[in-house]
């Protein structure tokens, strides 16, 4: 008979978003993923529900952080795992250290293994973190009971870290492989993926279900595992309904702030309430063109936050033709070469103020 288990991590519930506007709004979709979570372990009726860390922000959670967990909590009939991380350590004073938590939540409170059997031939080692850093988690680590062995731990798989991303609990899969875990189910990485090891899966991260910090690359979901007369299946299922963007609107020769917001709406259509965007202006323009960032941010009420940069070359060609140096003699003379009717020379012009004035080239 078929075992049945979803897993997730990273929620980061309670955090402050200050990368962009609309934090409010991104923090409460985080209480939302979690919810639809729960809804995907019901729907499945899967027998176990396992959270590999950083489930809250210990720093920010309150009260009301701790009774929306216990309801949903309570909501999955089967047992729940939780396994702390570095940014919701289990010790004295961590929100989940209480007694009135639901029968069904089982926290691993120590930086060491600790196996509780699932099923017949089906063992959960679980690892949690406190507050202090807990080294390496698989160093020495040895997993030999029968059956399937399914490791839990919030950490760092060092062969695929994440650009600029801090280790914590690191490992590799040669280690993950030596303790004899059938599967690691981790969080820690926001972008999930499965990684295999000699032709099976052995690292399974979900991702965060919603992306926390712009430019997260991966899947952002939880995982359903499947465990059946031995063989270990997985299936990733996207949670989130949030997007972070980042975009170029080129401007080239938008030479009134009619052009400027034309341009910029047109960029706009694309995206909608759930999509959280950061656009950078670029391109030349004329010398007076009004870029107004704080207009064209308001006009972004459709979607769930736009912040605007200016990164635009402004030009007065005119006047750039009479300064007596090398910029003024190639500006004169594409002047001329556009009088003359030459098509590509006010690309040219574009790309000569913008190089002159250290700003990007765009084609």
């Known amino acids: 008979m078929a075992y049945t288990l979803v897993h997730c991590s990273d929620i980061h519930l309670e955090t402050v978003f200050t990368e962009s506007r609309g934090g409010p709004r991104r923090r409460a979709a985080l209480a939302d993923a979690f919810v639809r979570i729960v809804d995907l372990a019901c729907a499945r009726n899967a027998d176990a529900l396992t959270i590999g860390g950083d489930l809250y922000e210990s720093a920010r959670a309150s009260e009301g952080t701790a009774r929306f967990l216990a309801a949903q909590f309570a909501r999955f009939a089967g047992p729940i795992f939780i396994a702390p991380g570095n940014h919701d350590p289990h010790g004295e004073s961590a929100l989940l ?24 031939d089906i063992t959960l080692y679980g690892y949690g973190h406190t507050p202090a850093e807990p080294g390496r988690p698989f160093a020495g680590a ?25 280790a914590t609990a690191p490992f590799t899969a040669m280690e993950v492989a030596a303790s004899g875990a059938s599967l690691l189910l981790t969080g820690h990485y926001h972008g999930g993926y499965i990684a295999e090891h000699a032709g ?3 690292i399974a991260y979900p991702g965060s279900p919603e992306p926390i910090k712009f430019g997260e690359r991966g899947n952002h979901g939880a995982l359903v595992v499947t465990i059946e007369a031995g063989a270990i299946s997985l299936e990733a299922v996207p949670i989130a309904r949030t997007r972070l963007l980042d975009i170029d609107v080129v401007l080239d020769g938008a030479a009134s702030e009619h052009a400027v917001i034309a341009l910029v709406d047109a960029a706009l259509v694309p995206f909608g ?11 030349t323009i004329p010398t007076g063109t009004r870029v107004d960032r704080s207009l064209l941010e308001e006009r972004g009420a459709s ?31 594409l002047l001329e070469r556009k009088t003359a009717g030459d098509a590509d020379a006010d690309a040219a012009l574009r790309y000569v103020a913008a190089a002159f004035a250290g700003g990007e080239i765009t084609p």
């Open 273 to 283: 309430i759930d999509d959280y965007v950061r656009a950078r202006l670029i391109g």
């Open 97 to 120: 250290a209480r007694d009135d938590l639901p029968a069904n939540v089982r926290i691993f409170r120590e930086a060491a293994w600790n196996a509780f059997p699932l099923a017949e």
């Open 303 to 333: 979607l769930g936050a736009l912040d605007i940069s200016d990164a635009t070359v402004t030009a007065d060609y005119e006047a750039l033709a009479r300064e007596p140096n090398v910029r003024g003699h190639v500006v004169r003379d």
């Open 142 to 166: 040895r997993f030999d009971r029968p059956g399937v062995r399914i490791a839990l731990v919030h950490g760092s798989d060092e062969e695929r870290c994440p650009p600029n991303k801090r």
């Open 200 to 202: 099976r899966p052995l």
